[in-house]
């Protein structure tokens, strides 16, 4: 038992702070235990006291606010709330503190609770400590001590923070629940929809949950016909397709208007910020997204080098930003529905949906970005989403507490995610065939990586097969830089090789390189442009359509270039709908 556990947030509301600092501990085990926690913990008790009291000024009403006088004692304390299962939603720590400093003590809780925000009280003077720590523990954020007036250096921060992380845990706590095996790929692929569309949802692992195998019988369904999905309006979907599912909740919208301003294909950062900046713009917009809002980005475990975020944000935060962003400013979004061809009526544009029928529209912006490119190295085509994943997956990294991991790649997106998996699983292994990192991946991950003790970088090294059984994998055969094999136990691999983009649906239509990347601009001229007048920037060889983002020939593969090139996009639309021709 903890000995203390203190500010039960009780009061909560905007009342006035003065109790708090002369609070008596509460025992843990009251009744306000399952509210989720915010711990504060430093070393000096005015400080702590101010601290708390703030936080419960401004967010007792939601969360359960308590307080350690050091590391050691907020370490103990977690400990305890994990045992409970119950939820942590935030950590405050100072930085200065004598026997275990802010960040040591962060380092130490991201292990008991890796879901949880972290921030980090420093005075001017650490400033340097807390850019380190938003590397070495992943902060979140950092906090200049003295917070006066907290309704504008602690609040706003902190309520976005906790926001970020209630939609989170709202995620997995509640709405459909499904019941499937971890290692089949149709769970696997059930699971990655829910999450990346951001529908709240249970994963039950028939393996692992008694829950599991109870909620069958009671629905009396065969475990021969998994994955199930339970819908909170009671229906009972057996081995229900994503596109089946995404229907029956209404995630799969239909098109509100018989021809639109502009249609954009693809959902991330490009076509979100085309999104935002067409609808904002007065556009009739709609975009159409085949799998989730966000792209590439959308897998990313942590974005380090977009503008304005000193402390990084994770891709799903920011497609779930973007999307709300582009929705609240009028943009339709239909997702699950793929572009499958493109058709030029006169002055109309139809881009024709994979459900069948067809957007109409007077300008297009491709922005379908990349995918990842999939091996064909023997084994891994049959254990894909049984084990081996493309992308992040960070539905998986849960999963993956105490097991061996295996990411497979050299670039920035690959160290990223062993980042990442390195505060979930016991030992990271990083196969890259090059022999060094450095060509391939951002000094500050390079960095960060060699910081992090369960994380192995193998250069020289490649996967050779991937060897499962009863339809799981369990062992990569890899071979080494002098060119000998062994076969090693693998829990999950992750495989990170590159991306190609997939066009083939302009066949014909809209010019491409060899590579299948769209040509804009002056390279547009030269293959098929039909005007007099010079095409837009942006404009492909098909007037009126335009690219943007990763998919574009010659473009840079980065998140702000692909922002930048979406909103770029929507300005020339408006100088080409005030002259068409
Ligand atoms: C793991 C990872 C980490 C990364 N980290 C960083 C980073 O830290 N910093 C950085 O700057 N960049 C990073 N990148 C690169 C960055 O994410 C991309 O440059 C960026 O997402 C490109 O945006 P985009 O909108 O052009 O394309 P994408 O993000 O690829 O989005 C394209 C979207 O179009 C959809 N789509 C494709 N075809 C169709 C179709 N026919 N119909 C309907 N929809 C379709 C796809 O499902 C996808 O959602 C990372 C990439 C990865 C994979």
């Excluded at 939603?89 to 008991?112: E, K, W």
């Excluded at 495989?495 to 590579?515: I, M, N």
């Excluded at 039909?530 to 942006?538: G, I, T, Y």
Aim: charged content about 25%; overall charge negative.
């Amino acid at each position: 038992m903890v000995p203390v556990a203190c500010d039960e947030g009780a009061g909560g509301g905007r009342g006035p702070p003065s109790r708090v600092g002369a609070l008596a501990c509460a025992p843990v085990s009251e009744p306000t235990a399952r509210k989720p926690v915010i711990l504060a913990v430093d070393d000096e008790p005015a400080v702590l006291a101010a601290v708390a009291r703030d936080l419960r000024r401004g967010f007792g009403a939601r969360f359960r606010v308590m307080r350690a006088a050091s590391g050691a004692e907020g370490l103990e304390i977690l400990g305890e709330l994990r045992k409970r299962g119950d939820q942590v939603a935030l950590l405050v720590a100072d930085q200065r503190m004598p026997s275990l400093s802010g960040t040591d003590y962060l380092l130490q809780a991201r292990r008991l609770a890796p879901e949880a925000k972290r921030v980090l009280l420093t005075a001017y003077a650490d400033t340097e400590a807390a850019i380190a720590a938003i590397n070495e523990v992943a902060l979140d954020y950092y906090l200049l001590k003295p917070w006066d007036p907290p309704e504008e250096h602690l609040f706003p921060v902190v309520e976005d923070l906790l926001v970020t992380w209630e939609s989170g845990a709202a995620l997995e706590s509640g709405g459909v629940r499904v019941i499937g095996h971890r290692f089949s790929k149709a769970s696997h692929d059930l699971r990655d929809f829910l999450a990346r569309n951001r529908v709240p949802a249970r994963w039950l692992d028939i393996e692992r949950d008694g829950e599991a195998r109870e909620l069958l019988t009671v629905v009396g369904v065969d475990a021969a016909n998994l994955p199930v999905a339970l819908l909170e309006d009671g229906s009972v979907l057996e081995r229900p397709t994503v596109l089946e599912l995404a229907e029956r909740l209404g995630v799969s919208a239909q098109p509100l208007a018989e021809h639109y301003d502009l249609v954009i294909v693809g959902g991330g950062p490009a076509g979100l910020a085309a999104a935002v900046y067409g609808a904002s713009e007065g556009l009739r917009t709609v975009m159409v997204e085949r799998e989730a809002p966000g792209g590439q980005a959308g897998q990313s475990s942590r974005i380090e080098n977009y503008l304005g975020f000193p402390a990084g944000l994770s891709g799903s935060d920011l497609a779930r930003r973007a999307t709300d962003q582009a929705r609240r400013l009028g943009a339709e979004l239909l997702t699950v529905q793929e572009a499958v061809g493109l058709r030029v009526e006169g002055s109309a544009r139809l881009v024709e949906l994979s459900g069948g029928g067809a957007l109409s529209a007077s300008c297009v912006i491709v922005a379908s970005g990349v995918s990842y490119r999939q091996l064909d190295t023997p084994g891994f085509p049959e254990l894909t989403g049984a084990g081996i994943y493309y992308g992040a997956a960070m539905t998986e990294a849960r999963a993956c507490a105490d097991q061996h991991v295996v990411v497979i790649g050299g670039a920035n997106s690959a160290g990223q995610a062993a980042v990442y998996f390195s505060g979930y699983a016991s030992r990271v292994s990083m196969l890259v065939r090059a022999d060094s990192l450095a060509k391939s991946m951002s000094h500050y991950l390079i960095e960060q990586i060699a910081g992090l003790p369960n994380v192995e970088v193998r250069t020289g090294t490649e996967a050779v097969a991937a060897e499962g059984s009863q339809g799981r994998l369990h062992a990569l055969r890899i071979r080494g830089a002098d060119g000998s094999e062994s076969l090693e136990d693998v829990d999950a691999c992750f495989v990170f090789v590159g991306a190609a983009p997939r066009t083939d649906w302009l066949d014909g239509v809209v010019a491409r390189d060899e590579r299948g990347f769209i040509l804009a601009g002056t390279d547009a001229r030269e293959h098929g442009w039909p005007l007099r007048r010079e095409p837009l920037v942006l404009e492909t060889s098909v007037p009126g359509v335009f690219v943007a983002g990763d998919v574009r020939a010659r473009s840079i593969k980065r998140v702000a270039s692909a922002v930048g090139e979406g909103s770029m996009a929507v300005s020339l639309i408006h100088e080409y709908l005030a002259a068409p021709a």
